[in-house]
């Protein structure tokens, strides 16, 4: 989330409505997309690039349960909330970023790699 210089990120994200943070900013909506049930009972929404990318490997039957994941990008609006879908269908993650030592030999282990980095070319062609 990009704020002007000077605004409390977390003053702006606890006004933000738990039921209607379709996002996924705050903590609690992160938190409610691990157990599915927000803390009103009511169920929460999967941040859109997350529902994207589980809508693709659905549309093109990826099956997910069993298989190695290597996601590149911890950010709680992209990476974290990617990582909990594949984990809800039973995927094993592993969390990488832009520092992570060795990051190559992760890709290749493998059988499901999915980038939200954000930085060009970070993945090389021969991994």
């Not at 409390?8 to 606890?14: D, I, M, T, Y």
């Not at 209607?20 to 900013?25: A, I, M, P, R």
């Not at 490997?57 to 879908?85: A, E, N």
């Not at 992570?100 to 993945?123: M, N, Q, R, Y």
Request: hydrophobic share 40%; aromatic share 4%; proline share 4%.
């Amino acid at each position: 989330l990009t704020l002007p210089n000077g605004v409390n990120k977390e003053a702006v994200l606890s006004n933000i409505s738990s039921d209607k943070d379709v996002d996924g900013f705050r903590a609690d909506s992160l938190g409610s997309l691990a157990g599915g049930i927000s803390e009103k009972g009511t169920i929460t929404y999967t941040p859109c690039t997350a529902k994207a990318i589980m809508t693709l490997l659905d549309y093109y039957s990826v099956p997910v349960s069993g298989k190695k994941v290597c996601i590149i990008g911890r950010s709680t609006t992209v990476g974290m909330p990617i990582q909990l879908c594949i984990m809800k269908r039973g995927g094993s993650v592993t969390n990488c970023d832009i520092n992570t030592t060795h990051l190559a030999s992760f890709t290749k282990e493998a059988d499901i790699l999915i980038v939200a980095a954000g930085s060009p070319a970070l993945v090389k062609g021969d991994w």
